[in-house]
Structure formats: C-alpha cells, structure tokens
C-alpha cells in the first residue's frame, strides 16, 4: 500500500505540485496497523488533479477532497486548505484553498492525525505527532476547547481513537470534552453512529463505553442503557442492549435482529425451542452476551432433531389424509405441535410415529 502511495505522490510531484501522505494511513503504518485507504493532502487542487488521473470521483467537490483508485487503492487526495465559520458545530461555511502544508495540518484534529509521508518515504513531522504516538497521547492540534467548539465530532473521534488504538486522552481534551459534550446534540445520529460503530467493533469496546459513561456523554448521545452493556463481543449485541433504534439509524434487518436478539435474551440459549424457533446466530449473540460458550451453543443447534419445519418427516397431505380433512389453520396447531414433541425427543422424526401420535391428539377435535 505505501509502495502504490508513493508512486501516486511521485506523480504529483512531477507535475509540480506538493503532495504528502497523511492523517490514518501514516498514524496506523507507524503503529503497525493495516489501513483501508490513504489520505492525500497537496496543494493541487480538485480540477487539476482531474487532469492528471483519469479516473477521478468528485462526490464532494466543494471540500476539496476528490477520490482516485488506483494501484488497487482507494486514495482520498484533499487540497490544502484553511476553514472559516464553522457552522452548527460541525462543518466550515467556506474553505479556502492555500499553498502551505503546515497551514493545512493546522486545521486537522489530532497531532497523530498530523503527521506525513512525503513522495522519498520520509516522515514529515511539523507538530510532534511521533512524540504523541510514542506517548500513546491523544492530543489536540492548537486549542482544544475552540476546536470542540467548531466542530463536535472531534469530541467522539477523541474517544474513538483513544478506544481503537487503546491510547490516552491529554488532560485539554478531556476538559474540552467536560465543556463541549452538551454539543453532540447537534450532530446526526448517522455520524453518531458511525463513530459508535467503530468503538464497538474495537477490542477495546469496553474501554470506549467507559470513557462515554466516564465523561456522560451517553445522556447527550442519548444511549440510556450504556451503563447496561456487560459484553462487548458482538456490535449487534451492543446494539441490542443500547436499544435505539427509534433515533439511530439502522436497516430493517438489523432491526428485526435485534429485537430478536433481545428476545433471546430472557431464554435459555442452549433450549432446543429457542434455537429452532431464533436459529443459531441470534442466539450465539444474546449467549455470548452471558458468557455462555459459543462452541456448547453450535453444538447444541447442531444436535437439534430437526431444525426447518421441512425436516419433519410428515407432510400437510400426510397429516389431512391421516385426519381426513381439508386444509385449514388445524395445520399449524398441530406442526408447533409435534415440533415441540420431535425437539424435546419426546417422539421420534419418523412418520409412522408421527401419524400415529396425531390421530391419537388430533383426530377427534373437528
Ligand atoms: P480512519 O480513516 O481510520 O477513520 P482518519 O484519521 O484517516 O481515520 P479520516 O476521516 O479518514 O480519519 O480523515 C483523514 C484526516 O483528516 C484525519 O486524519 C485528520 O487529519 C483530518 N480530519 C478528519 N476529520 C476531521 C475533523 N472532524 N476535524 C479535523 N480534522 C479532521
Ligand atoms: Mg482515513
């Protein structure tokens, strides 16, 4: 990925223009994590970066930021620029493109996100990033009560990266956070979300969700049950815990496995019903929440006697001919039936028995 980088910045170069790797690429190279794309900042801008790529995608042009894929790389190449009148909390009203590499990471959010790697392959360091990283620091670039202030998602990228990369917040950023946290109001719940998301996938979850209740900002993130979540295994469980979906967005699937989820929650997990009736990944979810063994739930979903209503070894047609009746809502009576008699081994998957044990049950009532 550097290799591919480098050469893209070889490219600008040559055509004149600055141009240095930075922001999460950088932080995770040197940090020795793997990344899934590479920041670009240059002083080319949006139009004459078009003239150099061919294939370029311009979704948000007024920000300067064009996309180029390449070297099978996603390269996200952002003109330097300056931020004025941060509007809501959130976005600048109007950007200006400038000529200074330093004046552009001026503007960015933590000196571990600062540091670059021009077109040699050599670290460009103009606000001690390095020092920071090696001191495991999350730490403002300039002030950061004013930088919350313009833009409070900083405030949840603070503790996203002090979650994922297990590193501490600087004593500024935490006062800022205690300052600005009532702002988180302001923003989407989408790009609350995506934050959360990350947090939860980390193998630091249960840090991230600390530093939330910690600092309280599970009131103004509006996550009432926060302080409930006791296993961060799984984003979904989290999820399903959190329970709001009412303001945070999510797809109908999701929804749907999560009030599954939660329903599970309250059976046994290792209940041959509860795994028929939730299948095995609902309930691995809400098992692993309680600590119970994902391996003992497989092998218990596996053991089932049947596991679709198709495995049971009668059909409709069987059971009518059996009771000589026409179709009706009798079928379904009598399938959760024998499901229940065939799962808990009470009657064998057979069809004679099967037929048998509903004639026996089934054939006087009409
Ligand atoms: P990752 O890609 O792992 O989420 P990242 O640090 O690369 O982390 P991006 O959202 O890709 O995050 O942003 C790229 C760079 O742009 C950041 O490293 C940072 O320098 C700057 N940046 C991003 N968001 C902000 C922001 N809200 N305020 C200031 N600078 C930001
Ligand atoms: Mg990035």
Redo the contacts with the bound molecule.
């Keep these: 990925m550097l290799d591919g980088a480098l050469k893209l910045l070889k490219e600008l170069t040559e055509h004149d223009y600055k141009a240095y790797i930075?922001?999460?690429?950088v932080?995770?190279y040197l940090l020795g994590i793997d990344?899934?794309?590479v920041?670009i900042a240059t002083n080319a801008t949006p139009k004459e970066i078009k003239e150099i790529f061919s294939d370029v995608f311009l979704p948000t042009e007024d920000y300067g930021s064009v996309i180029v894929n390449k070297y099978g790389v996603r390269f996200?190449i952002?003109t330097f620029r300056k931020e004025f009148n941060y509007q809501n909390h959130r976005r600048p009203d109007e950007i200006q493109y400038i000529d200074d590499l330093y004046q552009d990471?001026l503007?960015?959010?933590?000196t571990i996100?600062?540091i670059c790697i021009d077109e040699n392959g050599e670290i460009v360091d103009f606000l001690g990033g390095r020092d920071d990283l090696e001191r495991r620091l999350i730490r403002a670039?300039g002030d950061a009560d004013e930088?919350f202030e313009q833009?409070a998602?900083?405030i949840l990228?603070a503790i996203?990266?002090a979650t994922?990369l297990n590193f501490q917040l600087d004593s500024e950023v935490v006062e800022a956070i205690r300052k600005h946290r009532g702002l988180l109001k302001e923003l989407s719940f989408y790009r609350k979300k995506e934050e959360l998301d990350?947090m939860f996938a980390s193998g630091y979850a249960d840090k991230g969700i600390d530093l939330l209740l910690e600092y309280h900002l599970d009131k103004t993130l509006e996550l009432k049950n926060l302080s409930k979540v006791e296993n961060t295994n799984s984003v979904i469980g989290i999820w399903s815990v959190l329970n709001v979906e009412d303001i945070y967005p999510f797809s109908n699937n999701e929804k749907e496995l999560m009030a599954n989820i939660r329903a599970v929650m309250t059976l046994n997990n290792l209940d041959p019903m509860a795994l028929y009736e939730y299948g095995l990944y609902v309930n691995s979810v809400a098992g692993e929440m309680k600590g119970i063994d994902k391996k003992k739930i497989t092998e218990s979903y596996n053991r089932l006697t049947i596991h679709f209503r198709g495995d049971l070894a009668v059909t409709s047609e069987e059971i009518m001919e059996c009771l000589q009746k026409k179709p009706g809502e009798y079928l379904s009576d009598i399938y959760e039936d024998i499901e229940k008699e065939v799962l808990y081994r009470r009657l064998p998957n057979e069809k004679q028995q099967l037929l048998t044990y509903i004639r026996k049950n089934f054939a006087s009532s009409s």
């Excluded at 930075?22 to 690429?25: K, P, T």
């Excluded at 503007?107 to 933590?110: A, E, V």
């Design positions: 930075v922001g999460g690429f932080r995770d990344s899934q794309d920041d996200e952002t990471l503007r960015r959010d933590f996100n600062t670039v930088r833009d998602l900083r990228r996203r990266f994922v990350k």
